[in-house]
């Protein structure tokens, strides 16, 4: 198996709810949800960076796929971490984000290796790490 990941997906809630936080809050780019012909098949994909997608799909849809039971998680359960290139950006994240409906969590502050980061949660309660950590910057314009 090669070490990649190329689509992160996210339970959710409410698939509008989430095109729209995503798509209008964040900026994110998507076609919209597409595959509403199909039973369960209601996903919208987003492109993150060259090779990755992020998918949302209603966590009935995942449960109906998967045969697990549905159940709602945790935000521990992981986070997704957004990189960034100085602290001006972390602060520009934030705002967007509380603004666009998400919950912050931990208002962003100096860490303890040296970077400088906030975390908030997505309408669904998915957590999410603004950062700018000075040894993984992202490259220009991928930020």
């Given at each position: 198996?090669q070490?990649r990941?190329?689509?992160?997906?996210?339970g959710?809630?409410d698939l509008e709810?989430?095109?729209?936080f995503y798509?209008d809050?964040?900026?994110?780019s998507?076609?919209g949800?597409?595959g509403?012909?199909?039973?369960n098949g209601?996903?919208?994909?987003?492109?993150?960076?060259h090779?990755?997608?992020l998918?949302?799909?209603?966590?009935?849809?995942?449960?109906?796929?998967?045969?697990l039971p549905l159940?709602?998680?945790?935000?521990?359960e992981?986070t997704?971490?957004?990189?960034v290139?100085s602290?001006?950006?972390?602060?520009?994240?934030?705002?967007?984000?509380?603004?666009?409906g998400?919950?912050?969590v931990?208002?962003?502050?100096?860490?303890?290796?040296?970077?400088?980061?906030?975390?908030?949660t997505?309408?669904?309660g998915?957590?999410w790490?603004?950062?700018?950590?000075?040894?993984?910057?992202p490259?220009?314009?991928?930020?």
């Open positions: 198996m070490p990941i190329t689509v992160i997906t996210l959710v809630e709810r989430a095109v729209a798509r809050g964040l900026g994110f998507t076609d949800v597409i509403t012909e199909f039973e209601a996903v919208a994909f987003f492109d993150l960076q090779g990755l997608r998918a949302l799909w209603p966590r009935s849809s995942m449960a109906a796929d998967t045969g159940r709602v998680g945790g935000p521990l992981f997704l971490g957004h990189n290139l602290k001006a950006e972390v602060d520009a994240v934030m705002q967007q984000a509380a603004k666009a998400a919950t912050v931990k208002a962003a502050a100096d860490t303890f290796y040296g970077g400088y980061a906030g975390y908030f997505d309408p669904d998915h957590l790490e603004a950062v700018y950590n000075p040894q993984l910057l490259e220009a314009g991928t930020a």
